[in-house]
């Protein structure tokens, strides 16, 4: 595990445009519990890592 320090972390909106959903899904996801985030202020922030990790856990094999 990398230190908080070394983390990138990203808006919801660049979460968004990384994932390719909106905004709100990820809001949705960040309150359900699937995504981690830390709260700044009244905005989220997401490590990178942890969208790796949510979307390594979340592949699903079609076909």
């Given at each position: 595990m990398s230190k908080l320090s070394e983390s990138r972390f990203l808006t919801v909106q660049e979460v968004a445009d990384l994932m390719r959903v909106s905004s709100m899904?990820?809001?949705?996801?960040?309150?359900?519990?699937d995504l981690r985030a830390v709260r700044v202020g009244r905005s989220f922030r997401v490590r990178q890592e942890d969208i790796d990790g949510y979307l390594e856990t979340s592949y699903t094999q079609t076909g």
């Open positions: 899904t990820v809001y949705r996801l960040i309150k359900s519990g």
